[in-house]
């Protein structure tokens, strides 16, 4: 477990967590007794934010992960040119990795589904048409 203060002898300061703090401005706790002396040797005292993971978000599907989805399919070889026409054309866009998931999302918008195979260890389904996706054109970004 991760101490609740943090003593930084270079800097002359104590951080603490909002937690510890709450327990240092009530007379007679550890905590009071602990910030009390070190401010008595001339240390400053800082509230250190805590701050939470941010959450993963279940549409960031990596371009390996694109790749090796498509790879599974029928007609792999034209799903996978597709993907890196657009990948090239996602090179020109302020960002290539939010280009190429916009298109790949409009196609396979349910490619988390759980897949279901043809007699040819193919994915089926339906998140998966027997035709390949034509391009799907997107905005150009400024």
Known sequence: MKKPYDINWDTNTLTMTKKFAAQ??????????LVMDVRSKGFHTVIRKETKPRAACPTRITFKQMEALL????????????LHIVMNMGKGQK????????????????????????????????????????????????
């Open 24 to 33: 240092a401005n009530t007379y007679g706790t550890d905590a009071y007794f």
């Open 71 to 82: 790879s599974c399919m029928d007609n792999a070889d034209a799903r996978l040119e597709q």
């Open 95 to 142: 960002n290539q990795y939010e280009y190429v998931r916009k298109w790949f999302l409009a196609n396979y918008p349910n490619y988390r589904d759980i897949p279901t195979f043809d007699d040819k260890n193919n994915i089926i389904g339906p998140r998966v048409s027997h035709q390949p996706n034509p391009i799907v054109e997107l905005e150009k970004t400024a």
